[in-house]
């Protein structure tokens, strides 16, 4: 992604720029390579087509690289929400044949399958007839769906007979003015406890993501997104801080508004809260902003918070209360809720609190 948007800044660090899908040039690259003629750069300025996209291959260490079966139906987004990155790396959207996604989970055996789609259900129509095909598979999958098709139970109970057991679904924030700004249309803040409540009632956990740091966001939003996912039982919330990636819309605006203050890609990690936002927030300091989404995250994992989450979520998956109880030990013993960002700090020889600007 850093390539395909930054060719030029990258160039310098590199032998060789691959720009685009690999689909375009990979093959090319590999004969070149093998021939001694590498280029300086590959360029694929085309979306491939997803019959063209190679499924993962299992024979790669020996196939125990995970316990379930990555399978991808898509590529790209419908949608343009200001913040995100999938367009501007992932292209537009676009599926491969039902058929296809069917034949590969027959042919690979599996009965734990990870859609790894950015967005499965972007397309209603094709993801009602993905799942319809796989309810005879009578497989568990997971992939993130998105909230208009949450709202419809008739898809609910086909997610659920085709043997979704996990949805990951960006609820991104509580205010319909963030929504507004983001032109995240897709979302209605005062559907959400209705569609937590529905995806529940069919035994479908969720992995809610919300973002912190939105031009409405003030000091009250923290604990008020913690409550809420505590309340209606969100099974794994997920906290991100705001981050303005290269070639997104939400990049470009706060560049013109003079609101970017760190220019330091190894700062622009939205998940692990060591280094401060980098960009001004409107109503809140960088200091508190980082401070905020680490509390949240403590609340909302604490053993009483996690308590209380599973026990209004009512959704009973070893898988979910055991990762639940990981994450809340980590947080017990004063560790970070994803280990990787603790082995980062390490490396950079930073204490999370004393991280600034460069």
Known sequence: MHATCLPEESAPHCDTVCVGEAEGYAEKLVDDLERGGLQARYVNAAPVAMAEVPFYDYAIAGGKYMPFHVINFSRGCVFRCEFCSIRASGGDFRTRAVQQVVDRIREVGSKNIWFTDATLTARPQLA??????????????????????????????LMA???CWLAGIGFETLSAANLRSAGKAQNKVEDYARVIRAL?????????????GF????????????????????DFPDFYVLTPYPDTALYGRLLAEGRIVDRDWAHYDNAHFIHLP???????????????????????YSRVGTVRRLAHARVFHGAVWIANMIYARRLAQGGDLMPVGEAY?????EEPQAAGVK
């Open 200 to 212: 529940h009632r069919r035994q479908i956990a969720i992995d809610g993501n919300f973002v912190f």
């Open 278 to 300: 980098v960009f001004e927030p409107r109503h809140m300091s960088r200091e508190t902003l980082r401070a905020g989404c680490r509390r949240a995250e403590r609340k909302v």
């Open 128 to 157: 009602r007839e993905l799942f319809q095909a796989m309810v005879p598979l009578k497989v568990r999958w997971l992939g993130q769906i998105t909230m208009n098709v949450a709202q419809d139970p008739a898809m609910l109970d």
């Open 215 to 234: 031009d409405e966001d003030r000091e009250d939003v923290f604990d008020a997104t913690a409550d809420f996912a505590v309340e209606t039982g969100i």
């Open 161 to 163: 007979e085709s043997g």
């Open 345 to 349: 700090d390490e490396a950079l020889g």
